[in-house]
């Protein structure tokens, strides 16, 4: 089935810093998300791309969605500790009229030192 | 702003058990999945659920699981012989139709099978 790669696996970074993180597939799809997921919690979406090429941003994030579909990264500027958590981008293939469900990567779990 | 709820939030279970977790959905959503997250893992998609019928289901979404909308607002999983490899969070999400449409998260049901 189709999967994705998502990298870095981890990332300890000082406060202030920029982040960045991506995901790679070996098949396309029409929608990346980028989710962020705390401790005990559900996935909260951050941000949806919904066109080959597309930037999009949200605050202090960033998302692309790569010209070849393959592709997507996030990144975070100038982090501050509550960026702390588990990062995932989740890839969606829409057909017809129905609604392609969500492959995940295995997520980015990213700890901000103050 | 609308959510996702989940309930209950953790339920632990005796190995062969039934059990059945519960979600309501974003009021006006039409499309509605079940994810499962094992612990340190990434999201996996279980089953997605459209017009009171699967619209699609992986390989993990075996016989013993199943899903009903048994009211206009409940969205429930049903385990009917649980495994200690069921153990995990469980997630519901809603979309508000087919087409490329942002999935939102509920927070999650903890399932552990002793």
């Known amino acids: 089935g189709q999967q994705l790669n998502q990298s870095p696996q981890s990332m300890f970074i000082q406060e202030g810093e920029d982040v960045s993180m991506n995901c790679t597939s070996s098949?396309?799809?029409?929608?990346w998300l980028w989710y962020k997921q705390e401790p005990g919690e559900g996935p909260v979406l951050l941000i949806a791309l919904y066109k080959a090429g597309e930037l999009t941003s949200n605050g202090r994030l960033t998302a692309q969605f790569g010209i070849t579909r393959k592709d997507s990264f996030l990144n975070i500027s100038a982090s501050i500790p509550s960026d702390v958590g588990i990062y995932f981008c989740?890839?969606?293939?829409?057909?017809?009229?129905?609604?392609?469900?969500?492959?995940f990567g295995k997520g980015t779990k990213l700890s901000v030192k103050p | 702003e609308p959510e996702v709820t989940q309930t209950p939030s953790h339920q632990v279970t005796q190995m062969g058990q039934e059990v059945i977790l519960r979600c309501v959905p974003i009021?006006?959503?039409?499309?509605f999945y079940w994810y499962r997250q094992i612990l340190g893992q990434k999201v996996e998609f279980l089953v997605s659920f459209y017009n009171n019928e699967i619209s699609e289901k992986s390989e993990i979404f075996d016989d013993q699981f199943s899903v009903e909308r048994p009211d206009g607002s409940n969205f429930t999983l049903k385990i009917r012989s649980t495994k200690l490899e069921d153990s995990a969070m469980y997630f519901c999400?809603?979309?508000?139709?087919?087409?490329?449409?942002?999935?939102?998260f509920g927070p999650g049901t903890r399932l552990l099978v002793l």
């Open positions: 098949s396309i799809f029409n929608t």
């Open positions: 009021s006006n959503h039409l499309y």
């Open positions: 989740a890839g969606q293939l829409n057909y017809g009229g129905s609604q392609g469900n969500l492959i």
């Open positions: 999400a809603s979309s508000e139709s087919a087409g490329q449409e942002t999935q939102y």
